[in-house]
């Protein structure tokens, strides 16, 4: 399923894998379609290709009480989906919203966040085309993000070795923001705007998709997670220099104290992309083009699933337990 | 929404009523495209119409533990889906799965109904396209549906006076089967069977939509309510013959005594369409060619939202609460 990787640790990410590989072989997609199993879904018409997306947001599983106004959870859950098109490098389209409400949520919530909704769709070309509203003892939101492609869709499987890591923006923001509520601290607004407002990296993904990307992913899981299934998805390894992952201050200074929020975070909705070597000298001029920062990460390798961080001596860095871990089951 | 109206009772129909406006009047569909207030939203490609809705269902809200098994909470979600596209007289394409689940779910559970929705999507030429698992405290399974449109959708605006009320299957027998679980009785295999393996009335919206029906509404909220919904979309009213409605034994036992399951219980995910009088001669023919019985149950009128349910006397029958009211807040 397209973010069955959402739910991390445990077995499950192996379950999933089993039971995507058993729906597709089930139900082998058509030629030109993808299945369960990538960021987002991708069918034919003879109108081009649509890409198809579903991603939940869980009170005290994705964020609690009083973190996010009605307003911030209607984006943030927008965020969820837009990214997976952004790294299938589609357009958003159609939007559908479904809510899970307990009987104590207001009307004002329950609008406010539906127009939030209907308006950030407005704000990328979409529209918000229909939803649900149903009764539950916990909130909820669900939605499904239609999207439209211009170009071939920007698998998980199309990276080889020898390519550029690329990532959007700064990582480990987002899980900082969760690990402060978590202390009992207050995030600063510009820290908690990044886990309350996330910006869903759509221009980036068509911009570089169109520029000749081989692969991509959206990295909300925590990078090195997420680049665990591009290179199992791809059949290839990855070395990831630790000192070049883009970082805030406020992340730099707890990761240079032994953190790994910006490996290992999640959260951001960033996304990561695997590029042509060749594309190297033209990263500023598509950074422009994307209205984002790009930083090269590291690169791929031909040893299928070998995941290395490597800190600033070129050794291999142990990944410590980010801040977000003891917030539970991420997704 | 399109199943905006499964909240019932209270004001909050008023409510999203009232917000289905304001999405619309901010964001006016395009020609030829129904925005959200419908069984489901309606989009233009130039490959034809594509129709999507979404709905849930939620632990304690819309069944309780133990009443289904892995399997039939697959179904019945998708039914639920289903029976919306029926009603727009769309063919199901493409579904997504969003599963919500406790930690204590096994992974049998999980396994077994996605497996049981993926089958049901192939069984009706659909195919389980993606989806999401998230943790939460419960259960609860939102699907989203998209479906073809070979035709122009049948929407619930499109009635007139003198048309003829029709049903498809027969009524109560799903909230017969609540009752019964809600008062400590085991509902009879063929009773339970309509509450866990229900059919949508994908074949009978199809067929319909091409004979030339006017209208149509998912009636799962309840015959009265969601004839309701119809009648205020059309700027009509309806009598409804209350002996005229299509019962099982069970159901009419129950209703001889007072109780109105098949007027108002719901949860069957049979489908009303109004079709014109010149259609009456037709009617067995269409009911063969839709593999499920016809039912005339009653006409359309002149009179704006004035409904009116007959008893066998002509006289007006005062609807009793089903026996399903008392399972709280139904969607």
């Given at each position: 399923?397209?973010?069955?990787d ?10 999933l ?14 030629s ?6 990538d ?18 947001l ?17 984006l ?24 899970i ?5 207001s ?12 308006q950030?769709?407005r ?10 509203l ?14 439209v ?16 890591l ?18 009992g601290?207050t ?7 990044r886990?309350?407002?996330p ?10 998709a ?8 959206d ?14 998805a ?18 730099d ?13 999640g ?51 142990p990944?410590s ?11």
């Amino acid at each position: 399923m397209p973010d069955g990787d959402s739910i991390t640790g445990g077995g499950e990410h192996e379950f999933l894998k089993n039971l995507c590989a058993r729906l597709q072989s089930e139900n082998p997609p058509a030629s030109g379609e993808v299945g369960p199993g990538d960021d987002g879904a991708v069918f034919a018409t003879s109108a081009g290709s649509l890409v198809a997306t579903t991603d939940s947001l869980v009170e005290n599983v994705h964020f609690r009480e009083g973190w996010l106004s009605a307003e911030e959870l209607g984006l943030r859950a927008m965020a969820a989906n837009l990214s997976d098109l952004a790294a299938m490098g589609a357009t958003p389209s159609k939007i559908l919203l479904s809510l899970i409400l307990p009987e104590t949520t207001s009307e004002e919530t329950t609008e406010a966040l539906t127009m939030a909704v209907a308006q950030e769709a407005r704000r990328q070309g979409a529209t918000l085309a229909g939803g649900n509203l149903s009764r539950g003892s916990e909130l909820s939101i669900t939605i499904t993000a239609l999207g439209v492609l211009e170009q071939p869709p920007l698998l998980r499987s199309g990276a080889s070795r020898d390519e550029l890591l690329v990532v959007t923006g700064s990582l480990g923001d987002a899980a900082l923001a969760v690990h402060l509520w978590e202390s009992g601290e207050t995030p600063d607004p510009p820290l908690r705007e990044r886990f309350a407002r996330p910006k869903a990296r759509l221009r980036a993904g068509s911009v570089l998709a169109r520029a000749g990307a081989t692969a991509a992913i959206d990295i909300s899981d925590g990078l090195v997670a997420d680049l665990g299934h591009l290179c199992r998805a791809s059949g290839i390894g990855a070395i990831v220099e630790r000192e070049s992952l883009p970082r805030s201050q406020a992340v730099d200074r707890r990761d240079a104290m032994g953190s790994d929020f910006a490996a290992n975070g999640g959260e951001d909705y960033e996304v990561l992309f695997t590029l042509p070597q060749s594309l190297d000298k033209d990263l500023a001029k598509l950074a422009g083009q994307c209205g984002i920062s790009l930083s090269v990460i590291g690169k791929t390798t031909d040893q299928p699933e070998a995941i290395t961080l490597s800190d600033a001596q070129g050794n291999p860095h142990p990944l410590s337990r980010s801040g977000f871990d003891h917030f539970g089951s991420k997704s």
